[in-house]
């Protein structure tokens, strides 16, 4: 339903140089030696307008967090003119 296109050089370059990056917790939150990490599933639900949830959507894609094609096809709601979107994924939670 949504086209996505792979964000512009310019988008988000200027205006935040880690736009591609997640930032990382502080040296020595995660001693992988001594804490396993354990798989968990977190549901994403987003709501709004379809151009909102497309923004969205893309601007996760643009921080590396999800793919667009991993997002459900939209569903109308009981409110006319907002959808809903839902996105499952899995973490590593130490």
Same mark, same amino acid.
């Given at each position: 339903?949504?086209?996505?296109?792979? =964000?512009?050089?310019?988008?988000?370059? @200027?205006?935040?140089?880690?736009?591609?990056?997640?930032?990382?917790?502080?040296?020595?939150?995660?001693?992988?030696?001594?804490?396993?990490?354990?798989? @968990?599933?977190?549901?994403?639900?987003?709501?709004?307008?379809?151009?909102? *949830?497309?923004?969205?959507?893309?601007?996760?894609?643009?921080?590396?967090?999800?793919? =667009?094609?991993?997002?459900? @096809?939209?569903?109308?709601?009981?409110?006319?003119?907002?959808?809903?979107?839902?996105?499952?994924?899995?973490?590593? *939670?130490?």
């Amino acid at each position: 339903m949504f086209e996505y296109l792979e =964000p512009e050089a310019n988008d988000n370059q @200027e205006s935040n140089p880690v736009a591609g990056s997640l930032p990382l917790p502080p040296s020595g939150a995660n001693n992988r030696a001594s804490q396993p990490l354990n798989p @968990e599933k977190v549901r994403h639900m987003l709501f709004g307008s379809l151009a909102g *949830i497309d923004r969205t959507i893309k601007i996760l894609h643009a921080l590396g967090y999800a793919d =667009p094609n991993d997002w459900s @096809e939209p569903m109308p709601t009981e409110k006319p003119g907002q959808w809903m979107v839902i996105l499952t994924k899995t973490l590593l *939670i130490a």
